[in-house]
T-cell receptor, first 114, second 117 residues
């Protein structure tokens, strides 16, 4: 059973527009949630990590929220650029072991057009 | 600079053949992971390791073996490759997360695209 669900599956926006990506999860316990960016044919690169019960982070044009009560996170991208075209992956880490098992969403494919 | 390097980047294998995927990290991380990524699925954990000499089964270990001969190197071995193992494989290194200050992101290689014919 998929424990991390992302929506939408894909999204097309015009350069300069803002967008919001959603992540809902059922992972328990939920130690932290991380958003990754994956360019086509590349590895995953971390954008931000959220750890608190109700958390917010900001990293340039990327901002994210986490509500552990609702088991829900959002990633906001403001003033999108063509280079933002990528797959954005939500990952929830649990406390199941000292290793901190990671649970991956299938990603949202964002396409930014001129 | 911290890095995870995978080789080869692309591989075509025949059914029943042996395939070895290699991963090297220069991050001095204790933990290393092998994942596969398939369309419509999140990354799925195949094997992982706590350190040199250790290998542990992940969520989908069947058909795969792993080897961690040193802190830096972690290999994934397909003894008898099958077409269902056609996928993109990612290696990652990291340490157990704690709080935000100490919560370093795992670092990923750029992937190996494997086709089994």
């Amino acid at each position: 059973k998929t424990q991390v669900e992302q929506s939408p599956q894909s999204l097309v926006v015009r350069q300069g527009e803002n967008c919001v990506l959603q992540c809902n999860y059922s992972v328990t316990p939920d130690n932290h949630l991380r958003w990754f960016k994956q360019d086509t044919g590349k590895g995953l690169v971390s954008l931000t990590v959220l750890v608190d019960q109700k958390d917010k982070t900001s990293n340039g044009r990327y901002s994210a929220t986490l509500d552990k009560d609702a088991k829900h996170s959002t990633l906001h991208i403001t003033a999108t650029l063509l280079d933002d075209t990528a797959t954005y992956i939500c990952v929830v880490g649990d406390r199941g072991s000292a290793l901190g098992r990671l649970h991956f969403g299938a990603g949202t494919q964002l396409i930014v057009i001129p | 600079e911290a890095a995870v390097t995978q080789s080869p980047r692309n591989k075509v294998a025949v059914t029943g053949g042996k395939v070895t995927l290699s991963c090297n990290q220069t991050n001095n991380h204790n933990n290393m992971y092998w994942y596969r990524q398939d369309t419509g699925h999140g990354l799925r954990l195949i094997h992982y390791s706590y350190g040199a000499g250790s290998t542990e089964k992940g969520d989908i270990p069947d058909g795969y073996k792993a080897s961690r001969p040193s802190q830096e190197n972690f290999s994934l071995i397909l003894e008898l490759a099958t077409p269902s193992q056609t996928s993109v494989y990612f290696c990652a290194s990291g340490d157990a997360p704690r709080d935000r200050v100490n919560n370093q992101a795992p670092l990923f290689g750029e992937g190996t695209r494997l086709s089994v014919l």
